[in-house]
């Protein structure tokens, strides 16, 4: 349930001209109505995450400029923020945008989305994108992080995907696929560089980060709740699919508490070092 296929871009009205673009634009806005679930449910990043971006952009994060798009209620702003970047936030929902507001009082958010940022040129020393680049047409995305990066910035994305190869999990992601008739999991298999297409002309770099968390089981199905297709889903079907879910998890894990185990898919690109 990570990374759905990038038609138009979902703020354009006009755009919305087959089914399958009505439903992804109903998919963008559905998470205004469940900003504080997201918030609280949904995993953050793992340390190693911005070391690596450090790393791969070649700059400390401490002091750097970042923008964060589509930032929703602030969970890798909030990290960004505490490794000591001048960070502010690009988010086009008003929920969410409220969210961030309440649990980020201190950082500045602008309301906008990657296809148009509204921001100068070259004023960002990295952009970056956590959970947020499939929600954007990226014909018109790259060009526009070109424009806000400065000569010699980074353009970074990435996911939490959820580990496959840990059994119970691949048994998961399949009833999710039986449920909503998809193969949601292809789609996390098929993740890299083509996914980010036309920026992976740009030279990305791939970075996989595994980590893990431990959780009750009601935050993990409110984590799974949180998600765009559960979101669009009716209420009857969305609490029958839950209800079951939570016996599989209970039958794996009886004390109640799920392990989670997720890989981080990181593309980062570096900006032309002259405008």
Same mark, same amino acid.
Not at 144 to 152: F, S, T
Not at 195 to 200: E, G, I, N
């Given at each position: 349930m990570t990374t759905p296929p990038t038609p138009p871009t979902p703020d354009d009205p006009a755009a919305q001209t087959t089914p399958a673009q009505a439903g992804h634009s109903a998919r963008a806005h559905s998470f205004n109505a469940a900003a504080a679930q997201y918030a609280a449910n949904r995993p953050s990043y793992p340390p190693a995450l911005f070391d690596a971006l450090e790393e791969l952009?070649?700059?400390p994060l401490k002091g750097s400029r +970042?923008?964060? +798009?589509g930032a929703g209620t602030g969970l890798a702003t909030a990290r960004l923020h505490e490794r000591g970047a001048d960070v502010i936030a690009v988010e086009p929902g008003a929920g969410m945008a409220t969210e961030f507001r309440r649990t980020l009082p201190g950082v500045p958010i602008v309301r906008g989305n990657g296809n148009a940022l509204p921001l100068a040129d070259h004023t960002a020393d990295l952009l970056t994108y956590a959970q947020a680049w499939h929600w954007t047409d990226p014909a018109l995305?790259? =060009?526009?992080? @070109?424009? +806000?990066?400065?000569?010699?910035?980074? @353009?970074? @994305? #990435?996911w939490n995907t959820e580990a496959l190869d840990v059994p119970w999990i691949a048994a998961a992601a399949r009833r999710i696929d039986q449920h909503f008739d998809l193969d949601l999991s292809a789609e996390k298999r098929n993740l890299g560089p083509g996914?980010?297409? =036309?920026?992976?002309r740009l030279g990305l770099?791939?970075?996989?980060?595994? #980590?893990?968390?431990?959780? =009750? +089981?009601?935050?993990? @199905?409110?984590?799974?709740?949180?998600?765009?297709? %559960?979101?669009?889903?009716?209420?009857?079907?969305?609490?029958? %699919?839950?209800?079951?879910e939570r016996r599989h998890l209970l039958t794996a894990f009886p004390d109640g508490v799920v392990e989670e185990t997720y890989v981080v898919v990181l593309l980062l690109a570096r900006s032309p070092l002259t405008p």
């Open positions: 952009s070649g700059r +970042v923008v964060d +798009v995305a790259v =060009p526009e992080a @070109l424009r +806000v990066l400065r000569p010699g910035g980074a @353009l970074a @994305l #990435w996914a980010a297409d =036309p920026a992976d770099t791939r970075r996989e980060i595994r #980590w893990s968390r431990r959780v =009750p +089981v009601d935050a993990h @199905l409110a984590n799974l709740a949180s998600h765009s297709v %559960f979101l669009t889903d009716t209420d009857e079907r969305r609490a029958a %699919f839950l209800a079951d």
